[in-house]
């Protein structure tokens, strides 16, 4: 007979982000579908939405207070998170460009593989609400001055998803 298995020494923080997020998809997508159902899928994104907002900026507030004294937001973004939203080959990277004298960071993804675990699952339209719209929020939770601009994501069909943060 196995040993049972040590549950006190697991942690969320532990498993994958992409893992978290397609539990997060699985667990979330029946509760969109029937809020669709019943509500209609404007209000039903609407609430989601609201949910996401949340979610995100709690995500930048709690990158925001491992952040070092004296290291500026968009550093640390670039230094730590990047690689741990990365980490498995998650996203590819054509291009991360930061200029800390402008307060700006620059990306472009060429490979998404939140997106397509969305896409697998056939949930593209849930992913962009989960994925793709949490974004502003996390940077907005790791400094009430950072403003995310993006005209493309590869969750819809797009060759890129290109990121542009800056302080305003």
């Not at 996390?138 to 542009?164: Q, Y």
């Amino acid at each position: 007979m196995s040993e049972p298995a040590n549950h006190a020494q697991l942690r969320v923080e532990d498993v994958p982000l992409i893992v978290r997020r397609e539990i997060e998809a699985l667990a979330i997508a029946p509760l969109y579908e029937a809020f669709v159902r019943e509500l209609g899928r404007e209000r039903a994104d609407a609430i989601v939405e609201s949910a996401v907002a949340e979610m995100g900026t709690a995500a930048g507030k709690a990158l925001a207070a491992e952040k070092p004294e004296g290291v500026s937001p968009l550093a640390y973004y670039h230094n730590v998170a990047i690689p741990r939203f990365s980490a498995g080959d998650a996203m590819e990277w054509s291009r991360i460009e930061l200029d800390e004298e402008a307060e700006t960071l620059e990306m472009d993804a060429t490979r998404c593989e939140f997106a397509e675990m969305y896409r697998r699952l056939g949930l593209e339209h849930l992913g962009t609400l989960l994925s793709c719209h949490r974004d502003p929020y996390l940077f907005r939770g790791l400094d009430p001055s950072l403003e995310l601009t993006r005209t493309e994501t590869l969750m819809e069909g797009c060759s890129r998803c290109d990121f542009r943060i800056q302080s305003v």
